[in-house]
């Protein structure tokens, strides 16, 4: 990759550990620029931040387990985030505008943290039932293992 919008699918594939039909399917259902806003006839090329968009996808997906659903919302928030962060830095926002992006930045932290505290409880509850069947096996293994230590007659 050696310039802006360089990076053919494959290596982005290679760059992010995914395949590329799950990048055209990203591209498909929006989570990703699609083909419809690359130039006609030519091949789809992809840039730094292409690359950071994909990683931060994947990301989530993988740590949080998440719906595609969720996954598009989470994208947005973070899109609205950087779109935010663009226009508070910007000179001339005025304080007023500036408290609103922020009163926004909160409702999108609030959306994405209240997702994160759903899986938390998903996964607790996974780990309580795991933990449950743990002390079953070790009770039973605990139980052949005083039968087993005294003689059969």
Do not use: W
Request: overall charge positive.
């Amino acid at each position: 990759m050696s310039a802006e919008g360089d990076m053919r699918i494959g290596e982005l594939a290679r760059l992010t550990g995914t395949t590329v039909r799950t990048i055209r399917y990203y591209e498909e259902i929006g989570l990703l620029p699609g083909a419809d806003e690359r130039a006609s006839g030519r091949h789809r090329t992809y840039g730094e931040q292409d690359l950071e968009r994909l990683r931060t996808i994947l990301r989530l997906k993988d740590l949080l387990g998440v719906s595609l659903d969720e996954l598009r919302v989470l994208v947005a928030a973070e899109d609205a985030r950087a779109t935010h962060r663009a226009e508070f830095r910007a000179d001339g926002t005025s304080t007023k505008r500036r408290a609103e992006i922020l009163r926004a930045a909160l409702l999108n932290v609030e959306r994405q943290r209240a997702l994160v505290r759903r899986r938390q409880a998903k996964l607790a509850a996974l780990d309580d039932e795991l933990a449950e069947r743990q002390a079953l096996v070790l009770t039973r293994l605990d139980e052949l293992g005083s039968e087993t230590a005294t003689p059969h007659r």
